[in-house]
């Protein structure tokens, strides 16, 4: 028996042979016409049974490489064994639970066993200000690079990502993320390999990656909820702490959710500095929580970091810090939905305390040194696609000695705090818009911000974090 596509052309062949052995002058204008819409419902027939081929062919290579993907749980170090959940909320945000969340983060796609999955997210800023943000300071605290205020005035590109992600084989799973910003700078935010199949609950992460200290500082930029990093993330991490470096995280086989890692680095990130030959930073933490009932779950949190510096440029350059950074971090996040249901309506609250201590030389001076700083935040979506929020932030430091008088670390009697609220409306998973408001006070001088944004997400894209 012929194809089903040569049985086609087959049959179109025979109709052309009886339409070119009869002279088409013999033929009536009722016969030819009949003849015509039989040729062309052939043809419609035959394109309609190649595409049904042709997507049957695919699925069949999709059930296939499917089958040779490694069974994984987890997407960024929070495994269990495939056997043993002890950490099985309901869910609710979109479906998302604390521990169902953290999973998925960077789960590899199953979709081709050979090609990585990309995804890419765009996003694009109009901002207003009542004073020049380039000029903001945050008395007491000697700032890096990245840490001035929420944007720039008028219309910016955003920072831009560009992701590839892939099961390398049944033990090893790959990402990399490329960041532009609006100058059109490009930067390896992440890259870096971690292990599928450890046993234990056991996972290894080694590259370029976001630290686990904090729980917004695992977040990339577009999965926040607010559109600036919060004061305390501004003044001592920089923003946002990522470094060079190896992970292992344990997560215990505990009724309850229980996690503990901890990171060796480079030391490239601020507040460390560059150099050094082997471990320049390292961190430990430990992450806890669990659904309270169908309607509540919660995630806690224990950070500490530690690294020394040696002649860190702050201040735009014009000073140097060189010692001991200690620092710990305690997080709270509750999240409510009812029945589990976040489609409706759903509520988070989010928060954070930093302590940091320094201990060195500051511009060749003894400096000794305690600041903390704290931030909370509370999201409603009160219904479908739009939700409605607030952040109040605020950090602190000590007096410094006479020597260090009008210096960054110089408070000027005054203590940087900042109030927020946004509107937001998602067109879907993959689209979202917000209008933020910001009476920053971080600086002696008030500045009234207005930040009109969108953040859009095409291609591959994991689920969030928790």
């Known amino acids: 028996m012929l194809p089903l596509r040569q049985r086609g052309s087959a049959v179109i062949a025979a109709v052309c042979s009886m339409m070119t052995a009869q002279p088409l002058f013999a033929m009536s204008e009722a016969e030819f016409s009949q003849l015509k819409q039989a040729v062309e419902q052939l043809k419609k027939k035959q394109d309609e049974d190649t595409r049904r081929i042709n997507e049957l062919e695919w699925q069949l290579k999709q059930a296939e490489a499917g089958a040779k993907q490694p069974v994984r749980s987890a997407g960024n170090g929070l495994e269990k064994s495939a056997s043993v959940d002890p950490f099985a909320p309901t869910g609710f945000a979109g479906g998302t639970s604390a521990a169902q969340g953290s999973r998925s983060a960077h789960a590899p796609q ?208 014009a000073d140097l810090f060189s010692g001991a950074t200690d620092m710990g971090i305690a997080g709270m996040v509750w999240k409510w939905a009812p029945d589990g249901n976040g489609a409706e309506r759903q509520f988070k609250w989010q928060s954070e305390f930093l302590l940091r201590r320094q201990d060195g030389l500051f511009n060749g001076l003894d400096y000794r040194g305690n600041q903390y700083g704290y931030y909370g935040q509370a999201l409603y979506q009160f219904m479908p696609q739009w939700s409605v929020g607030v952040r109040y932030d605020q950090v602190a430091a000590g007096d410094v000695s006479s020597p260090l008088a009008g210096t960054a670390l110089d408070t000027q009697g005054h203590t940087p705090h900042r109030s927020s609220a946004i509107l937001m409306y998602d067109t879907s998973e993959f689209g979202r818009f917000r209008l933020q408001y910001n009476q920053d006070d971080a600086s002696p001088s008030s500045n009234r911000e207005i930040l009109l944004n969108y953040t859009v997400s095409f291609g591959a894209h994991g689920a969030h974090a928790y």
Not at 116 to 123: D, E, F, K, R
Not at 129 to 151: I, K
Not at 174 to 195: K, N, R, Y
């Open 110 to 317: 199953a979709g081709n066993s050979f090609n990585p999955a990309m995804g890419v997210t765009l996003m694009g800023t109009l901002g207003n200000f009542s004073r020049n943000p380039e000029a903001a300071t945050v008395p007491g605290f000697a700032l890096a690079d990245e840490s001035g205020s929420a944007g720039t005035q008028g219309f910016s590109l955003g920072e831009s990502e560009i992701s590839l992600s892939a099961n390398i084989d049944h033990r090893l799973y790959g990402q990399l993320t490329m960041s532009l910003d609006g100058g059109g700078a490009a930067e390896v935010e992440e890259a870096f390999i971690q292990t599928t199949s450890l046993p234990m609950g056991l996972t290894a992460k080694g590259g370029r990656f976001f630290s686990g200290i904090g729980y917004l500082n695992e977040q990339h930029l577009h999965a926040w909820d607010f559109l600036d990093a919060p004061l305390p993330y501004r003044a001592m991490l920089n923003g946002q702490l990522g470094d060079d470096g190896v992970q292992i995280r344990w997560t215990v086989p505990t009724s309850t959710f229980l996690q503990i890692g901890v990171e060796g680095f480079r030391g490239e990130g601020f507040p460390a500095t560059p150099g050094h030959n082997g471990l320049g930073a390292a961190s430990l933490f430990v992450k806890t929580g669990g659904d309270i009932d169908a309607s509540n779950s919660w995630l806690g949190s224990l950070a500490y970091y530690h690294t020394d510096a040696d002649a860190l440029s702050v201040s735009n350059g």
